[in-house]
């Protein structure tokens, strides 16, 4: 049973049509918090399609008296094997000791108690929620139901006054991009192998990774394949660095979104040769400033390699966690 809302307010699901209200309620958010607005219309429109994503089961909306949408939350359940559900929620800061913070979580958690009979018999399920360190607010809200902070991530940044220092490449090594080889299958199995080692890792069919991955290059209008940039030992993908022009948050800031390194090819210089390669080709086109977004405690050492190249902690976020069923953690917690 859902916390009560105020007199005169309203919960529905959300439609398409809710797209630029959300937008603006979460960039409003946003800029309070850090400055910037994180959002764009068209991302959300395309995360909102995003494959086995269902707005009237998987996204809430509060409204106040006169239909001014004041909060909202959706759960993530998308992927086998059901066993890591994610929320996120957000709230108009002058309706904060309202009740729809309290409403919003247990409509969240609610949802993803779904996921439970799907999981595997004797698994573990938990329910997260990211949220930003400046976000005192929700960090308590969350704590209030039952929430533990487990992790913490860092976005680390690189200013790029100067060219940045070229690559120094393993022997053997030869580079491409995913436009000279767009093989997509072999190369989400090859990231999947890469970040096997990496905290929270749980393996999903990989059609099910495919099928959201070209939903979202499809609709996606800085995806370049062009900044794809995988370093191969003759036909196997030995590491990958995927790159956008931009990011969300800053147009001036080009970001690293995955740079991952293959065990057999780990400790080789090849992690540090991708990084410094990326930040040449984004400085090549302009780009004088790069993000990337990593595990603060990093179990296969990654924020060591990041600061090696010069990059450095811009601010942090926080995962919370609340078990929803105990069991067999099917994550990775550790590298052996």
């Known amino acids: 049973m859902n916390a009560p809302l105020p007199d005169g307010f309203t919960a529905r699901s959300m439609t398409l049509d809710d797209i630029p209200a959300v937008v603006a309620l979460s960039n409003a958010h946003s800029r309070q918090l850090i400055g910037v607005e994180s959002l764009t219309e068209k991302r959300l429109h395309t995360q909102c399609q995003m494959p086995g994503f269902d707005l009237k089961t998987d996204m809430c909306l509060v409204?106040?008296?006169t239909?001014?949408?004041v909060g909202g939350a959706y759960v993530f359940d998308l992927a086998e094997p059901h066993?890591?559900?994610r929320c996120e929620s957000i709230?108009?800061?002058d309706y904060s000791d309202q009740g729809i913070g309290n409403y919003l979580l247990e409509w969240a958690e609610e949802r993803a108690r779904q996921a439970i009979p799907k999981a595997p018999e004797g698994a573990r399920v938990v329910l997260t929620h990211g949220v930003l360190e400046q976000d005192k607010s929700t960090q308590d809200l969350l704590s209030q139901h039952g929430f533990v902070s487990i992790r913490h991530f860092w976005q680390m940044v690189i200013d790029l006054e100067l060219p940045p220092a070229s690559p120094t490449w393993p022997n053997g090594i030869t580079l491409c991009t995913f436009a000279d080889r767009p093989d997509d299958h072999a190369l989400a199995l090859a990231i999947r192998d890469a970040f096997k080692d990496h905290w929270g890792y749980v393996e999903s069919p990989i059609e099910e990774e495919l099928e959201r991955w070209r939903h979202q290059t499809a609709h996606d209008p800085d995806f370049d394949p062009s900044l794809?940039?995988?370093?191969m030992e003759g036909k196997e993908i030995a590491g990958v660095s995927m790159c956008w022009p931009k990011s969300h948050e800053d147009p001036k800031m080009g970001y690293v979104g995955?740079?991952?390194?293959r065990r057999p090819w780990r400790r080789k210089g090849l992690g540090l040769a991708l990084l410094h390669h990326s930040f040449d080709a984004l400085y090549c086109r302009g780009v004088h400033k790069v993000g990337l977004d990593v595990d603060a405690t990093s179990l296969t050492g990654a924020t060591r390699l990041y600061e090696k190249a010069g990059m450095h902690?811009?601010?942090q976020s926080h995962a919370?966690?609340?078990e929803l069923r105990a069991g067999k953690d099917l994550s990775t917690q550790s590298v052996g």
Do not use: D
């Open 67 to 69: 239909g001014e949408l």
């Open 320 to 322: 919370y966690e609340k």
């Open 313 to 315: 902690v811009n601010r």
């Open 83 to 85: 066993v890591q559900v």
């Open 91 to 93: 709230i108009n800061s």
């Open 63 to 65: 409204l106040n008296q």
């Open 258 to 261: 995955v740079l991952g390194v």
């Open 228 to 231: 794809w940039f995988l370093a």
